[in-house]
T-cell receptor, first 115, second 115 residues
Framework: AQKVTQAQTEISVVEKEDVTLDCVYETRDTTYYLFWYKQPPSGELVFLIRRNSFDEQNEISGRYSWNFQKSTSSFNFTITASQVVDSAVYFCALSEDANDYKLSFGAGTTVTVRA | DTGVSQNPRHKITKRGQNVTFRCDPISEHNRLYWYRQTLGQGPEFLTYFQNEAQLEKSRLLSDRFSAERPKGSFSTLEIQRTEQGDSAMYLC?????????????FGSGTQLSVL
Protein backbone atom coordinates (compact mmCIF):
# COMPACT_ATOMS: atom_id res chain seq x y z
CA ALA A 1 0.00 0.00 0.00
CA GLN A 2 1.26 3.45 -0.86
CA LYS A 3 2.29 5.31 2.24
CA VAL A 4 2.21 8.80 0.80
CA THR A 5 -0.38 9.99 -1.69
CA GLN A 6 -0.20 13.22 -3.63
CA ALA A 7 -3.41 13.30 -5.60
CA GLN A 8 -2.52 16.38 -7.63
CA THR A 9 -0.31 15.55 -10.58
CA GLU A 10 0.10 19.07 -11.94
CA ILE A 11 -0.83 22.57 -10.85
CA SER A 12 -0.46 25.66 -12.99
CA VAL A 13 -0.84 29.16 -11.58
CA VAL A 14 -0.09 32.74 -12.49
CA GLU A 15 2.62 34.52 -10.56
CA LYS A 16 1.52 35.91 -7.17
CA GLU A 17 -1.27 33.36 -6.78
CA ASP A 18 -1.16 31.03 -3.78
CA VAL A 19 -0.57 27.32 -4.37
CA THR A 20 -1.66 24.57 -1.98
CA LEU A 21 -0.29 21.06 -2.38
CA ASP A 22 -2.13 18.15 -0.85
CA CYS A 23 -0.52 15.19 0.87
CA VAL A 24 -2.15 12.25 2.61
CA TYR A 25 -0.06 9.66 4.41
CA GLU A 26 -0.54 6.26 5.97
CA THR A 27 1.34 4.87 8.94
CA ARG A 28 0.76 2.74 12.02
CA ASP A 29 3.56 4.38 13.93
CA THR A 30 2.77 6.93 16.60
CA THR A 31 6.03 8.78 16.10
CA TYR A 32 6.99 9.80 12.60
CA TYR A 33 8.31 12.70 10.54
CA LEU A 34 6.78 14.39 7.52
CA PHE A 35 8.72 16.34 4.94
CA TRP A 36 8.32 18.46 1.87
CA TYR A 37 11.07 18.48 -0.73
CA LYS A 38 11.39 20.52 -3.92
CA GLN A 39 13.00 19.17 -7.10
CA PRO A 40 13.79 21.91 -9.63
CA PRO A 41 14.75 21.02 -13.22
CA SER A 42 18.39 20.65 -12.12
CA GLY A 43 17.33 17.42 -10.40
CA GLU A 44 18.62 17.96 -6.87
CA LEU A 45 16.04 17.43 -4.15
CA VAL A 46 15.97 20.42 -1.82
CA PHE A 47 14.69 20.09 1.74
CA LEU A 48 11.92 22.57 2.57
CA ILE A 49 10.23 21.62 5.84
CA ARG A 50 9.92 18.86 8.44
CA ARG A 51 7.23 18.20 11.01
CA ASN A 52 7.24 15.75 13.89
CA SER A 53 4.09 13.74 14.50
CA PHE A 54 3.90 14.86 18.11
CA ASP A 55 3.83 18.53 17.22
CA GLU A 56 0.74 19.61 15.31
CA GLN A 57 1.45 23.29 15.47
CA ASN A 58 1.21 24.78 12.03
CA GLU A 59 3.76 27.36 11.07
CA ILE A 60 4.73 29.84 8.47
CA SER A 61 8.26 30.22 7.17
CA GLY A 62 8.60 33.03 4.71
CA ARG A 63 6.28 32.28 1.80
CA TYR A 64 5.84 28.66 2.91
CA SER A 65 3.24 27.40 5.33
CA TRP A 66 1.86 23.98 6.18
CA ASN A 67 -1.21 22.45 7.66
CA PHE A 68 -0.67 19.21 9.57
CA GLN A 69 -3.88 17.41 10.54
CA LYS A 70 -3.22 14.16 12.35
CA SER A 71 -6.92 13.32 12.47
CA THR A 72 -7.11 13.18 8.68
CA SER A 73 -3.48 12.09 8.09
CA SER A 74 -2.87 15.11 5.93
CA PHE A 75 0.13 17.37 5.59
CA ASN A 76 -0.66 20.10 3.12
CA PHE A 77 1.82 22.72 1.95
CA THR A 78 1.13 26.24 0.72
CA ILE A 79 3.29 28.63 -1.25
CA THR A 80 2.04 32.19 -0.83
CA ALA A 81 2.47 34.76 -3.60
CA SER A 82 4.08 32.25 -5.96
CA GLN A 83 7.05 33.20 -8.12
CA VAL A 84 8.37 31.75 -11.37
CA VAL A 85 11.34 30.31 -9.45
CA ASP A 86 8.89 28.17 -7.47
CA SER A 87 8.28 26.09 -10.59
CA ALA A 88 9.41 22.57 -9.68
CA VAL A 89 8.19 19.15 -8.63
CA TYR A 90 7.22 19.04 -4.97
CA PHE A 91 7.39 15.81 -3.00
CA CYS A 92 5.79 14.94 0.28
CA ALA A 93 7.66 12.27 2.25
CA LEU A 94 7.23 10.21 5.40
CA SER A 95 9.84 8.79 7.75
CA GLU A 96 8.49 6.17 10.12
CA ASP A 97 11.72 5.39 11.93
CA ALA A 98 13.23 8.08 14.07
CA ASN A 99 16.57 6.30 13.84
CA ASP A 100 17.21 5.78 10.15
CA TYR A 101 15.36 8.68 8.48
CA LYS A 102 14.49 6.43 5.54
CA LEU A 103 11.96 8.33 3.47
CA SER A 104 8.88 7.12 1.60
CA PHE A 105 8.01 9.64 -1.09
CA GLY A 106 4.78 10.48 -2.83
CA ALA A 107 4.67 10.64 -6.63
CA GLY A 108 5.11 14.40 -6.64
CA THR A 109 3.14 17.40 -7.84
CA THR A 110 4.50 19.48 -10.70
CA VAL A 111 3.98 23.17 -10.06
CA THR A 112 4.25 25.60 -12.96
CA VAL A 113 4.17 29.30 -12.18
CA ARG A 114 3.56 31.49 -15.23
CA ALA A 115 4.71 35.08 -15.39
CA ASP B 1 30.32 23.27 3.33
CA THR B 2 30.08 21.35 0.07
CA GLY B 3 26.95 19.37 -0.65
CA VAL B 4 26.49 15.77 -1.70
CA SER B 5 28.44 15.07 -4.88
CA GLN B 6 27.58 12.35 -7.39
CA ASN B 7 29.55 11.15 -10.40
CA PRO B 8 28.98 10.77 -13.22
CA ARG B 9 25.97 12.99 -13.90
CA HIS B 10 24.97 10.93 -16.89
CA LYS B 11 25.80 7.39 -17.94
CA ILE B 12 24.75 5.69 -21.15
CA THR B 13 25.48 2.01 -21.41
CA LYS B 14 24.50 -1.01 -23.43
CA ARG B 15 22.39 -3.75 -21.97
CA GLY B 16 24.52 -6.35 -20.25
CA GLN B 17 27.33 -4.00 -19.29
CA ASN B 18 28.33 -3.19 -15.71
CA VAL B 19 28.19 0.36 -14.37
CA THR B 20 29.43 1.98 -11.18
CA PHE B 21 28.34 5.25 -9.62
CA ARG B 22 30.06 7.21 -6.91
CA CYS B 23 28.66 9.35 -4.12
CA ASP B 24 30.60 11.68 -1.84
CA PRO B 25 28.43 12.70 1.11
CA ILE B 26 28.72 15.84 3.22
CA SER B 27 31.92 15.27 5.15
CA GLU B 28 30.58 15.09 8.70
CA HIS B 29 27.56 12.96 7.81
CA ASN B 30 27.80 9.34 8.89
CA ARG B 31 24.60 8.16 7.18
CA LEU B 32 24.40 7.62 3.44
CA TYR B 33 21.40 6.58 1.35
CA TRP B 34 20.78 5.45 -2.21
CA TYR B 35 17.48 6.06 -3.95
CA ARG B 36 16.19 5.37 -7.45
CA GLN B 37 13.79 7.67 -9.27
CA THR B 38 11.98 6.84 -12.49
CA LEU B 39 10.24 9.39 -14.68
CA GLY B 40 7.14 10.84 -13.08
CA GLN B 41 7.64 9.07 -9.77
CA GLY B 42 9.05 9.92 -6.39
CA PRO B 43 12.39 8.49 -5.28
CA GLU B 44 12.34 4.92 -3.99
CA PHE B 45 14.64 3.77 -1.21
CA LEU B 46 17.33 1.26 -2.18
CA THR B 47 19.76 1.00 0.71
CA TYR B 48 21.50 2.90 3.48
CA PHE B 49 24.73 2.90 5.44
CA GLN B 50 25.69 4.09 8.85
CA ASN B 51 29.42 4.64 8.61
CA GLU B 52 30.70 1.59 6.69
CA ALA B 53 27.89 -0.74 7.75
CA GLN B 54 25.08 -1.39 5.28
CA LEU B 55 22.08 -1.51 7.60
CA GLU B 56 19.17 -2.05 5.26
CA LYS B 57 18.50 -3.09 1.68
CA SER B 58 15.19 -2.70 -0.14
CA ARG B 59 13.72 -5.63 -2.01
CA LEU B 60 14.14 -3.39 -5.07
CA LEU B 61 17.87 -4.08 -4.79
CA SER B 62 18.27 -7.25 -6.82
CA ASP B 63 21.35 -9.45 -6.74
CA ARG B 64 22.75 -7.48 -9.66
CA PHE B 65 23.05 -4.41 -7.45
CA SER B 66 25.76 -3.94 -4.87
CA ALA B 67 26.64 -0.94 -2.75
CA GLU B 68 29.71 -0.33 -0.66
CA ARG B 69 31.03 2.31 1.67
CA PRO B 70 34.44 0.90 2.51
CA LYS B 71 35.80 3.57 4.82
CA GLY B 72 32.60 5.18 5.91
CA SER B 73 33.15 8.11 3.57
CA PHE B 74 32.28 7.85 -0.13
CA SER B 75 30.02 5.13 -1.47
CA THR B 76 29.74 3.24 -4.75
CA LEU B 77 26.70 1.63 -6.32
CA GLU B 78 27.40 -1.02 -8.94
CA ILE B 79 24.89 -2.56 -11.29
CA GLN B 80 25.98 -5.73 -13.05
CA ARG B 81 24.52 -6.99 -16.33
CA THR B 82 22.39 -3.88 -16.77
CA GLU B 83 18.87 -4.19 -18.11
CA GLN B 84 16.70 -1.59 -19.80
CA GLY B 85 14.54 -1.51 -16.69
CA ASP B 86 17.50 -0.18 -14.73
CA SER B 87 17.23 3.13 -16.59
CA ALA B 88 16.51 5.73 -13.94
CA MET B 89 17.99 8.56 -11.90
CA TYR B 90 20.07 7.22 -9.02
CA LEU B 91 20.13 9.62 -6.11
CA CYS B 92 22.45 9.66 -3.14
CA UNK B 93 21.70 11.42 0.13
CA UNK B 94 23.42 11.87 3.45
CA UNK B 95 22.46 12.89 6.95
CA UNK B 96 23.98 13.32 10.37
CA UNK B 97 22.87 11.50 13.51
CA UNK B 98 20.38 12.80 15.98
CA UNK B 99 16.77 13.87 15.87
CA UNK B 100 17.70 17.46 15.17
CA UNK B 101 19.44 16.26 12.05
CA UNK B 102 16.52 14.18 10.82
CA UNK B 103 16.64 15.33 7.23
CA UNK B 104 18.40 14.12 4.13
CA UNK B 105 20.61 16.20 1.85
CA PHE B 106 20.49 14.95 -1.73
CA GLY B 107 22.96 15.05 -4.57
CA SER B 108 22.01 15.91 -8.15
CA GLY B 109 21.88 12.25 -9.11
CA THR B 110 23.29 10.04 -11.84
CA GLN B 111 20.99 9.57 -14.81
CA LEU B 112 21.43 6.06 -16.21
CA SER B 113 20.24 5.15 -19.68
CA VAL B 114 20.49 1.50 -20.71
CA LEU B 115 20.19 0.99 -24.47
Amino acid sequence: AQKVTQAQTEISVVEKEDVTLDCVYETRDTTYYLFWYKQPPSGELVFLIRRNSFDEQNEISGRYSWNFQKSTSSFNFTITASQVVDSAVYFCALSEDANDYKLSFGAGTTVTVRA
Amino acid sequence: DTGVSQNPRHKITKRGQNVTFRCDPISEHNRLYWYRQTLGQGPEFLTYFQNEAQLEKSRLLSDRFSAERPKGSFSTLEIQRTEQGDSAMYLCASSANGMRSAKLFFGSGTQLSVL
